[in-house]
Each structure stands twice: as C-alpha cells, then as structure tokens.
C-alpha cells in the first residue's frame, strides 16, 4: 500500500442517489466522509440537464415517495415546497390519453390467478390474472424490456407494480430531479463531507477478508482508506477491480436494456394535459413520454414545451430503433405523434433538443439465472469493512443509502 493514502471514516463509492444519502446521514452522524464519483456532477442517472433555455430531466424521473416523512425530509433538505404533480402516470389505450398506468387498470378481483413460478408471467399471473396480463400488461412490458414474460424475473414485475405507483399524482422537487442531489450533495458538504469529481474508483485493495483501501485515479493515482466502505456502484464493477483478483467465477455476464433519450422542443404552450404517458403500441418508438412542462411549468419558458420520449432497446444491430442515427430516430418520434398517436396534426414545429444513448441504461436478469448473479454482490458484502446500497428507483436507492448507514451504527453499539 502506498505511503500516500488518504483516510476518512467513511468512503463511498458513487454519487447517485444512492452515495449521496448514505454520505449525508454518515456525515450527519458526525464521521468523516469521501464521496468518489467519476462524473463531473453528482445525481449519477438522477440529473437535470439544461439546453435552449429549458431544463429536462435524464429520462422522466418521478421519485415515487409514498410517505410523508420522506417528504418532509426532501423539503427540509431543499429548503423548499415539493410540488404535487396532480396528475397520475396516464397511458395509450383504445387509441386515447387516458390517466393511470396499464398495471392500475387491474380488476378487482381477478377470477383467472396462477401460481407465481419466479418469473415476472407467474407474478403477475397471481395477482392480475391472466387475461388482464396478457391483454394489457404484457404488450407493454415486453415492449419495455424485450423479453417474454416468461423469461423476466418476478422480481421485475413486482418492482413495477409496487414501487412505481403513482395513482393520484406525485411529489415531485421543484427545478427538476436533479435539485434534489445537489441538495444532499451541499448537505454532504455542509456536514464536512468532501465529495471528489471526476474521480473512478479503480480497484479495491482486500486482505485477509478486509477492505485496505479503494484505488482512486483523477490525473494521479491515489489510494483511500477507511474503517469502511459504502459501495453505491455497480458491486460487479468493484469486484473486478479487486487486488488480489476476486475468486474465480463469481463474474457472470449481464443483459443490459439500452434506453434512447430524444428529446424535442416545440414554441407551443404544450402537445398534452399529461406529465408522463406509457404507449404500448409498437410502431411507436418511445415505451414512455415525459412533457416537462406539466411536471414542473418553471422547468420550460412560457410558449415552449420539451418531450422526452424514452425509446427502450438493446445496444444491437436487430434492434428496430437503435441502429438508426439520431436523425433518422427524431424523425420517428415525431411522426409517430402524428400518426399513430394522433396527439396533434403536424408535428413539424418539434426540432431536435438533444438525444442521449444509454447502452447499458439498467441490467435485466431472467428467472432463471437471478441465483447466478447475486454471487459477485455477496462477496463483496461478505468483506469486513464493506456495505452496499444500491436502489432500482430513486427513492429505494435512497433508502439504500440510509439503511448502509444505519447498519454501520449498528455494528458499533
Ligand atoms: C431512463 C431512466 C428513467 C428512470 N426513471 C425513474 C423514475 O421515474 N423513478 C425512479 O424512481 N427511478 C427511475 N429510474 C431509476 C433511477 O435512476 C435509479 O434507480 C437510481 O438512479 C439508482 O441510483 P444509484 O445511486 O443506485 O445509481 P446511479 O444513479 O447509477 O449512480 C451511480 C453513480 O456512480 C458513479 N460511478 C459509476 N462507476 C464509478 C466508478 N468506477 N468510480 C466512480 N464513480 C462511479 C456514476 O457516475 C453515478 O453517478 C430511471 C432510470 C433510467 C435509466
């Protein structure tokens, strides 16, 4: 180990939303804290970007906050209001905008339930019924993520239908999601936390079963130490990078879903009443639309209105939309506007704001193979001196953060 390793009480590995809570409730607890994150910002996924006078999110981001503790708590921390966005998820149906997810249109008492089997067709089969998942679940989810619902693991579909519900509108932070990392993150600072951009974290130092120290490299290479170590990344990534190598095999490969931003701007007060709207239908690219405007007016200039239409793939040549060149893909997003969707009769005023790709946007794991993947995770957590906090929504990940913390203090009462 080099002479020149820095020490704190706490490294945490990632600036997402899951770092940021774990740094501010460690740093709030008094220890020393650095935060490693290799982007020149924090937010890791949960960003707001700026362009031609607008602000937008990475994607639409509703944070899903069912209670109202937590809400309380993003407003003590941003020093402001949430906004209730008084408007549910809507979706394509029938050929019409119509409020409400696909998944919330379930019937009341399903007469057609089936034994959950561990993949994501049983899962909803038993709480949805059949009929219900094959008419209206199904063209949707598989759109979204390009596999049968024979083959996606259960714990994708109750994600989904528990995680991201929205029924009558949602809290949601004034000036886009990403208000709320920079506010941990100047909470972090606040509390004496140093959070170090533009830093990767490219190896971890084991022995004997302990965490010695995180390699770090920003121009220098450098090593950090600390009694413990909070992993908000990738855990495969991590170990990876572990010097002596991690024991053979405990790396299995991945699938990751590739997502398409396009985002669109138009001088027109807005193209509709909704903030996010799920299409099923597959002549249209996009599995989801955000219209910012009606999430929060002040992220958008009066008379002008931005989409996000969020185009769901994989990062290969057979995809339908991925091999097309961002050009070719605005020019399908906004025909399909038009037709066949139907939401205005010439979409030619929308010009092309910005697209994003995400190759590996987030990992999905079949049924079959979800006891594979969780070994390189246990190893890691099974090291003295590490914890993990990782969320599939913003919410869970900051929940994640937190609960890292928590154990930590528990281990030292
Ligand atoms: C298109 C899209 C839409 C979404 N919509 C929603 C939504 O509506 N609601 C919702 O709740 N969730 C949504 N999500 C999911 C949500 O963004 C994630 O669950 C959340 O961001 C996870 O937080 P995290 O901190 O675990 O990871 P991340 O946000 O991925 O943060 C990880 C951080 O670690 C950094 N990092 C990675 N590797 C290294 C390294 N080697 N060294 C240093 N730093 C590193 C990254 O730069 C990043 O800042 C969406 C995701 C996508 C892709």
Redesign the pocket.
């Known amino acids: 180990m080099p002479d020149m390793a820095e020490r704190s009480d706490v490294v945490v ?7 940021l809570s774990a740094a501010l409730a460690a740093a709030r607890d008094g220890a020393s804290v650095t935060v ?4 020149d910002q ?5 960003r707001t970007l700026e362009g031609d006078g607008c602000r937008f999110d ?7 906050i069912h209670d109202p503790a937590r809400v309380a708590w993003a407003e003590a921390i941003t020093d402001r209001p949430m906004l209730w966005v008084d408007r549910p998820v809507a979706r394509m149906q029938h050929g019409r905008i119509t409020p409400g997810r696909y998944i919330d249109q379930m019937p009341a008492a399903p007469d057609d339930l089936v034994a959950d089997d561990g993949t994501a067709a049983g899962e909803l089969g038993s709480h949805v019924g059949v009929a219900f998942r094959d008419h209206v679940i199904r063209p949707y989810m598989e759109k979204v993520d390009g596999w049968p619902l024979e083959v996606i693991s259960a714990d994708r579909a109750r994600k989904l239908r528990d995680e ?1 519900q929205a029924p009558n509108g949602f809290w949601y932070p004034e000036g886009g999601i990403g208000a709320l990392m920079d506010a941990m993150a100047d909470g972090v600072r606040r509390a004496g936390g140093d959070i170090r951009l533009g ?4 190896g971890l130092h084991h022995d004997g079963g302990r965490v010695t120290g995180i390699a770090i490299e920003n121009g220098t290479a450098s090593v950090l130490e600390a009694p413990t170590v909070i992993c ?3 855990p495969g ?1 991590v170990v990876a990078a572990a010097d002596p190598p991690a024991p053979e095999g405990l790396l299995v490969p991945v699938t990751q879903r590739a ?1 398409t ?1 396009v985002y669109l701007v138009a001088d027109r007060e807005r193209l509709t009443d909704e903030a996010w709207i799920q299409v099923a239908d597959r002549r249209v690219p996009f599995s989801r639309i955000a219209e910012f405007r009606n999430w929060d007016p002040g992220l958008v200039p009066a008379g002008r209105t931005v989409l996000c239409a ?1 185009v769901y793939g994989s990062a290969t040549d057979d995809d339908p939309w991925w091999p097309l060149t961002d050009e070719q893909l605005v020019e399908a997003v906004k025909a399909s506007l038009v037709d066949p969707l139907g939401w205005t009769d010439d979409a030619s005023d929308f010009r092309a704001l910005r697209v994003i790709r ?1 190759p590996r ?2 990992p999905l794991v079949e049924a079959d193979r979800v006891n594979d993947v969780v070994h390189a995770p246990q190893w890691l957590w099974g090291l003295d001196g590490m914890e993990l ?9 900051i929940e ?1 953060g937190e609960a890292a913390v928590a154990r930590i203090a528990a281990a030292a009462r």
């Open positions: 590995l990632g600036g997402g939303p899951a770092g490693v994150e290799s982007a924090v937010g890791g996924l949960c990475l994607g639409g981001h509703i944070p899903f991201q830093t990767r974290v490219t908000a990344i990738t990534a997502v931003l969020e995400m946007a987030y906090a990782r969320g599939g929504t913003v919410v869970t990940a994640a």
